[in-house]
């Protein structure tokens, strides 16, 4: 780590972590952990946590636990607990241990104990509507409840009421006696427990009174020897209070070494979609969405399920980086990533999405010959597969144009074009039904010209591809756009649910594609030659091939916002 290469390439928690390594901090440990709440499924915001939380223990020789902080049982599930587990792995990370904020309770409660006992929580039986009222502001002090100052014994005894069953929600709360006057509104007699009456997924119904996120997230690090809590930036007004506890917590022993520290980074926002898990719940709840993983979502499930790689989810994630300052980072850069790992990953294949017939009128009608098609240009070792051309093709609807402008390089009256790994045909004109519209487009190939003999190398401007209609399946294939239409759907003031994308999903039921795609596994990357980026999505079967548009080959997206 001495060379300021790479030194340089470090991003400023690294460089913390590196630092203290070399002090000897926390007798040269390193520890981090992923904390989620199991009330949702990950979302590419927490991929960024998992890169960072993992990612740094890997590269610098520490260890990373998984804590599921599930100290809110109204909203947890055991599905998300599986769901979690099954996205990080898939990120590619492994954790040390597995922990549960829960495995904490007892040590919580008699923290909680003690504090009351020592004068420093009390029980406070108003409502969180009149605690709220009593904050103050940031530059008025607060005001104390009336609850403040009551004998120790009631508190104790009213704690464990809290926790029997007997009371309902809401009817008290135990607070942290800290100072109602300072300017850190975190430490105006925090909430740090409160009565919840549902079973945990966990602990079944032993617990009544639970823990505040401030009360089990420190302390949970220090149970566990955590030496690096790395969070979000929202939590930097947390920290004080994070302290605080610990500091309580230790009882005056040596500080220096073994505890926690909490150290910040920028989330990650992104355009056009969501990260509460509040919001992605109520689209999955209220069947705005196909579930946790359609793939227009931007949870992990989705990504993968749209066809996004580990890889290129991770490659983003590096690409945007890790500042103390929060921004909103563009859809687009997430697609160029994709992109980026798709162009070298993906198996290409032909498919018509809009297909018209097209006749070789002078190829013979009993003839069929097996074209060579490259499984991956950026990966040869991959091989070839076969394509079966005939008389009678599909190609795409736009590739014909009866009357073109100039720059048109594709099917017109007069013009050639190369069919990809085949001839190249001359356009010889059209068959229209009654209304005009075009039913069959007509050519003339040159059998000198096939791909890989001598005359091949005629120059054409335009390179089509194709599909014998003998050999090609109905497919269905579902194209996605941005969930929303606007920007930062977080900060708008509409609901919502009224920003969401009326056309998010299209789906074309009537598309054709070579046979070969069938003999590839569910969540193949695939290229569709010209089209864009393809995965078989899990409703795929084998007589009814289904598959996402994981992202197009260009950004048609940018240019179509510029020409509004
Ligand atoms: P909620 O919306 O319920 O508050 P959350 O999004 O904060 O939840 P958690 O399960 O508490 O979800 O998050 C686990 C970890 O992921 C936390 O350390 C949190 O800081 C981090 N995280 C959550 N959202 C983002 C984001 N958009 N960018 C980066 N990190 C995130
Ligand atoms: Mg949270």
Redo the contacts with the bound molecule.
Sequence with gaps: MENNETKKSLNFIEEIVVKDLADGKNGGRLQTR????P??YL?I??A??ICM?FGVAEKFGGVCNLRL?DTNPQKEDDEYVQAIKRDIEWLGFRWGNLYHASDYFDQLWAFAVRLIKEGKAYVDEQTSEQIAAQKGTPTEPGTASPFRDRPIEESLALFEKMNSGELPEGAMVLRAKIDMANGNMHFRDPVIYRIINKEHHRTGDKWHAYPMYDFAHGQSDFFEGVTHS???LE?VPHRPLYDYFVDELKEGKDLNDNRPHQFE?N???LTYTV????KLLALVQEGLVCGWDDPRMPTICGLRRRGYSPEAVRRFIDMIGYTKYEALNDYSMLEAAAREDLNKRATRVSAVLHPVRLTITNYPADKTELMEAVNNPEAPEEGTHTMLFSRNLWIEQDDFMEDAPKKYFRLTPGQEVRLKNAYIVRCTGCVKDADGNVTEVLAEYDPDTKSGMPGADRRVKGTLHWLSQEDSLDCEVRLYDRLFTVENPGADERDFRELLNPDSLQVLDHCKIEPYAQSLPVGSYLQFQRTGYFNIDSDSTPSRLVFNRTVSLKDTWAKAKNKD
């Design positions: 992923f904390p989620p709440e009330n949702g979302h915001g927490h960024k946590a939380d902080d790395i969070c979000t939590f980074f989330r990650l926002n990260m509460s898990k509040r």
